[in-house]
């Protein structure tokens, strides 16, 4: 069993008053943004090296980053 973390979301403007999504959870935050060429830009950061350790990031269901997810961990689970 594990701790859950707290998750907080909001919306900031950068200094032009383009809109940024940010996540917060635990030595986690987030940020999601319209790139200048029309695309999206997503940002990780964390705040110590065991939060970067424990760091996975799935991008359309393949993960790109961290470790493994556990062989318990349940496909089906996984947001949509």
Same mark, same amino acid.
């Given at each position: 069993?594990?701790?859950? /973390?707290?998750? /907080?979301?909001?919306?900031? /403007? ?28 997503? /940002? ?37």
């Amino acid at each position: 069993m594990v701790d859950v /973390e707290v998750i /907080e979301t909001d919306r900031i /403007e950068d200094r032009n008053g383009w809109p940024i999504g940010r996540i917060q959870a635990g030595q986690l935050t987030g940020y999601v943004r319209q790139a200048l060429d029309g695309g999206m830009l997503a /940002e990780l950061h964390t705040r110590d090296q065991d939060a970067a350790d424990r760091l996975r990031v799935f991008v359309d269901g393949h993960q790109v980053w961290g470790q493994p997810l556990p062989a318990v961990a349940d496909p089906a689970l996984r947001t949509p």
